[in-house]
């Protein structure tokens, strides 16, 4: 299911132009539009699920499929070895500011640890 005018919902049903770097039936990773790394990609479920806290156990299989999907990505973009970073913001404090689940994969270069 997806939400109206959710941008992500609407990439995934393909109203929005992205550069994708995988796809299957589960899920879809793209580049970030604000790159803060040379490898900044978006791995999103299909369907729409607001933040961390709307997944229940039935969702354990999605998540497994997101990280093989993050790990594909990874490989594929040649961060695999290097190291790279999984960041998943949830609600203001977390700084959300797209209300569909999302994983940043981050990498390519020396990151470093702010707060």
Known sequence: MHEEN?????????????QKV?????TLAFHDINPIAPVHVLVVPKRHIA???????????????????????AKEL???????????????HGQQTVFHLHYH???????TWTM
């Open 6 to 18: 959710c941008i992500f919902c609407k990439i995934i049903r393909g109203e929005l132009p992205s």
């Open 22 to 26: 995988h796809e299957d039936e589960e």
């Open 51 to 73: 933040s961390v806290l709307e997944l229940t156990e039935t969702d354990a299989p999605l998540i497994g499929r997101i990280h093989r999907t993050i790990q594909r990505v």
């Open 78 to 92: 040649g961060v695999d070895e290097s190291g790279f970073r999984v960041v998943t913001n949830t609600g203001a």
């Open 105 to 111: 994969v981050i990498g390519g270069r020396q990151l």
